[in-house]
């Protein structure tokens, strides 16, 4: 069983960087695929960029060139920087975990932590 802990939202300004963290703890994030989503109010959980157990990254057009997934795996956490923010960012961020490799689908998911805010204005 593994635990997760979203953490870092927040309010900042267009054109701002934000990093968000995914504290795991039960199990440790090198037997996992991880992926990012974002929630808006009144919308379906959309993906934001995933990685393999093994490292390999991938991330939705929307992010990418200016979103970065790592992972410490000695403080056992994954990150989600994100740079040149957006007002259509905005969002709860959460992190998920299923076996060794990402998903691009919610459902494919095991576990999720509770998210975090992310609030972009303009």
């Known amino acids: 069983q593994v635990q997760l802990v979203e953490s870092g939202g927040g309010l900042v300004q267009a054109g701002g960087s934000l990093r968000l963290s995914c504290a795991a703890s039960g199990r440790s994030l090198r037997t996992y695929g991880l992926g990012w989503f974002c929630q808006a109010p009144g919308k379906e959980r959309e993906f934001v960029g995933g990685?393999?157990?093994?490292?390999?990254?991938y991330y939705a057009n929307s992010v990418k060139g200016r979103s970065t997934i790592s992972r410490d795996d000695d403080k056992n956490t994954a990150h989600l920087q994100m740079n040149s923010l957006k007002p259509e960012d905005t969002a709860v961020y959460y992190c998920a975990v299923r076996s060794l490799y990402y998903s691009t689908l919610p459902k494919e998911y095991n576990y999720w932590g509770q998210g975090t805010q992310v609030t972009v204005s303009s």
């Open positions: 990685i393999n157990w093994s490292g390999v990254s």
